[in-house]
């Protein structure tokens, strides 16, 4: 289990390595994603709170990448953080997601990003439920949802 002192030492020494990589131009990314999910994946961007599909939902499955679809959290680790995003708790691999220090708007936070092929998710924070302690806040247009039966 990833706790707050493993994302601090991935943002500050390396991230683990992932299986596999995916890159592409910007007009491919654009080419298989819609305006929004480009805006937010691919240049960092960020939806408004309480917006997203995912954010109240509570259907059974797994989240991808919306990219790439690497798979990266697990629907029994969401909870409802009241932030206005989907959040977990643990991404279904420790290698799933890449941790970088962000220090835009004046603060400093840790960045999540699929490790696969760097889209942009969200960020994490160590303000999250036992036993991680972890918060994943992530953009709804970030992911996608195979749904379990």
């Not at 977990?88 to 708007?105: G, M, R, S």
């Not at 889209?119 to 806040?137: I, K, M, Q, T, W």
């Amino acid at each position: 289990m990833l706790v707050w002192k493993n994302v601090m030492a991935f943002a500050t020494k390396g991230n683990p390595k992932p299986e596999r990589r995916i890159e592409k131009t910007d007009e491919e990314w654009r080419a298989i994603l819609t305006h929004e999910q480009f805006r937010i994946t691919r240049k960092k961007g960020t939806e408004m709170a309480g917006t997203g599909q995912f954010c109240h939902s509570h259907e059974a499955g797994k989240y991808s990448c919306v990219c790439c679809g690497t798979p990266l959290f697990d629907s029994t680790i969401k909870f409802n953080s009241g932030t206005g995003w989907p959040s977990f708790t643990q991404p279904v691999q420790d290698n799933a997601i890449k941790y970088e220090k962000d220090t835009a708007y004046g603060m400093v936070r840790v960045e999540v990003m699929c490790n696969v092929c760097d889209a942009h998710l969200g960020h994490v924070f160590p303000d999250g439920p036992e036993p991680s302690g972890l918060r994943y806040c992530i953009n709804s247009e970030s992911l996608t949802l195979q749904k379990e039966n």
